[in-house]
């Protein structure tokens, strides 16, 4: 990227080899699985039964998998890779596992796949989960709603949720592979409403916000996966700071990467000094629970910042010149501070919370699912995911999947 120190892309290559090292024999042993966690062993589950193919997170092993193909050369990546995105046919023939993580599911598989080869099948998946996730909108909130029933009696019709924000590059792809400018209205519209309701004055961010599907009037937040109502998930955060960066990239709107360095000067206004981060942000000081993963997802979306402040996407020096809130000086001295906070994320990731060792699967250690669950301090194939990615960002060898 031209501005990160020749010691810490030193360190980022061999960071980066470490991991090519475990991960060859990790593949060797986990072919033709999807996984999402280990077992007590520390060895990867496998989500792609019928039972499980609609799991949010099954589109992350196919994402690592052509990172790290990307990264190597290896063909067995590739392989991987491919085998995720036939398997994950099946769920488009489940209505109700059809959710707004479609996003999350294609784009690091088919969407990627076809960007690299053009594929016409790739191409018709990417296609169809871009329709389905388009088909989500609710026209009078404009947001896009975020689950199906749930069988357990509560209604989510109107329920949408921060994580969307990273979905929508599902929606603006189509809409540049189409020339149909409707997927992109439908993405801009709902990241419109994230920025005016999810958003808080001070830059934390609500995870699960319910609306009146009939009338789209805000009806209430949900304490959702954080500490609680009105408090700051880190995992949330993470998504906003990443996701509206992402609107920016695709969009040139300003007011998008505006709401992403809002986000981002909160989070790092609250961050420990160990740079080791919480499940929340609120949550009781006395509490030493961490998520790794929401540490991975921040570095990813803080660079991505950096990057558009200094002019690498469609940010123009006349053009922050001509704005009191993005001039040239302050581009400069906010993307060093946004990089730097990147950097030190992903090497406290690296001394205290990899396993690098080759009997154990994961890469990330210590990631929590929610604050109040079961699933603090485990392996989740997102972390691993993200880190990885960051890490490409850093020696500009990542593939632009989102």
């Given at each position: 990227?031209?501005?990160?120190?020749?010691e810490?892309?030193?360190?980022?290559?061999?960071?980066l080899?470490?991991?090519?090292?475990?991960?060859?024999p990790?593949?060797?042993?986990?072919?033709?699985?999807?996984?999402?966690?280990?077992?007590?062993s520390?060895?990867?589950?496998?989500?792609?039964?019928?039972?499980?193919?609609?799991?949010?997170?099954?589109?992350?092993?196919?994402?690592?998998?052509?990172?790290l193909y990307?990264l190597?050369?290896?063909e067995m990546?590739?392989e991987e890779?491919?085998q995720?995105?036939?398997?994950l046919?099946?769920?488009f023939?489940?209505y109700?596992?059809?959710d707004?993580?479609?996003?999350?599911?294609?784009?690091?598989?088919?969407?990627?796949?076809y960007?690299?080869?053009?594929?016409?099948?790739a191409?018709?998946r990417?296609?169809?989960?871009?329709?389905?996730l388009?088909?989500r909108?609710?026209l009078?909130?404009?947001?896009?709603?975020a689950?199906?029933?749930w069988?357990?009696?509560?209604?989510t019709?109107?329920?949408?949720?921060?994580?969307?924000?990273?979905?929508?590059?599902?929606?603006?792809?189509?809409?540049?592979v189409?020339?149909?400018?409707?997927?992109?209205?439908?993405?801009m519209?709902?990241?419109?409403?994230a920025?005016?309701?999810f958003?808080?004055?001070?830059?934390?961010?609500?995870?699960?916000?319910g609306?009146?599907?009939?009338?789209?009037k805000?009806?209430?937040?949900?304490?959702?996966?954080?500490?609680?109502?009105?408090?700051?998930?880190t995992?949330g955060?993470?998504?906003?700071?990443?996701?509206?960066?992402l609107?920016y990239?695709?969009?040139?709107?300003?007011?998008?990467?505006?709401?992403?360095?809002?986000?981002?000067d909160?989070?790092?206004?609250e961050?420990p000094?160990?740079?080791?981060?919480?499940i929340?942000?609120r949550?009781?000081?006395t509490?030493?629970?961490?998520?790794?993963?929401?540490?991975a997802i921040t570095?990813?979306?803080?660079?991505?910042?950096?990057?558009?402040?200094?002019?690498?996407?469609?940010?123009?020096?006349?053009?922050?010149?001509?704005?009191?809130?993005?001039?040239?000086e302050?581009?400069?001295?906010?993307?060093?501070?946004?990089?730097?906070?990147?950097?030190r994320?992903?090497?406290?990731l690296?001394?205290?919370?990899?396993?690098?060792t080759l009997?154990r699967?994961?890469l990330?250690?210590?990631?929590s699912v929610?604050y109040?669950?079961?699933?603090?301090h485990?392996?989740?194939i997102?972390?691993?995911?993200?880190?990885?990615e960051?890490?490409?960002?850093?020696?500009?060898?990542a593939?632009?999947?989102f």
């Amino acid at each position: 990227m031209g501005f990160i120190s020749s010691e810490d892309l030193q360190w980022v290559n061999d960071t980066l080899k470490k991991i090519e090292e475990k991960m060859v024999p990790v593949t060797e042993r986990n072919r033709n699985k999807i996984p999402y966690t280990t077992d007590e062993s520390g060895r990867f589950d496998d989500r792609s039964d019928k039972k499980e193919i609609c799991w949010w997170t099954n589109g992350f092993w196919g994402g690592e998998m052509w990172q790290l193909y990307k990264l190597t050369g290896n063909e067995m990546f590739k392989e991987e890779a491919l085998q995720v995105e036939e398997k994950l046919d099946a769920a488009f023939l489940n209505y109700n596992g059809m959710d707004h993580d479609a996003g999350f599911r294609w784009l690091p598989t088919a969407v990627i796949n076809y960007k690299l080869n053009k594929g016409e099948a790739a191409k018709n998946r990417g296609l169809l989960a871009a329709a389905s996730l388009a088909g989500r909108f609710n026209l009078n909130g404009n947001f896009i709603r975020a689950w199906n029933d749930w069988g357990d009696g509560r209604d989510t019709t109107g329920w949408a949720i921060i994580d969307c924000m990273m979905n929508l590059p599902l929606l603006y792809w189509a809409s540049d592979v189409l020339a149909d400018p409707r997927f992109k209205m439908i993405a801009m519209a709902h990241a419109d409403t994230a920025m005016k309701n999810f958003i808080r004055e001070d830059g934390s961010v609500r995870h699960i916000v319910g609306f009146d599907p009939f009338t789209g009037k805000f009806d209430k937040e949900y304490g959702g996966q954080g500490y609680g109502e009105g408090s700051s998930w880190t995992r949330g955060q993470s998504w906003a700071v990443y996701g509206f960066a992402l609107s920016y990239i695709h969009t040139g709107e300003k007011k998008y990467l505006e709401t992403a360095m809002k986000v981002a000067d909160y989070v790092l206004s609250e961050m420990p000094e160990t740079f080791l981060v919480p499940i929340d942000y609120r949550q009781p000081k006395t509490d030493d629970l961490e998520d790794s993963t929401a540490a991975a997802i921040t570095a990813g979306g803080l660079i991505e910042i950096a990057k558009s402040l200094m002019g690498a996407y469609s940010v123009k020096e006349d053009d922050a010149q001509n704005d009191n809130e993005l001039n040239i000086e302050d581009c400069k001295e906010r993307a060093d501070k946004y990089l730097a906070a990147a950097v030190r994320l992903l090497k406290a990731l690296d001394s205290h919370s990899c396993d690098y060792t080759l009997d154990r699967d994961n890469l990330l250690t210590r990631g929590s699912v929610d604050y109040h669950g079961n699933g603090h301090h485990i392996a989740i194939i997102y972390g691993d995911y993200y880190y990885i990615e960051a890490l490409m960002k850093l020696n500009e060898s990542a593939l632009n999947v989102f």
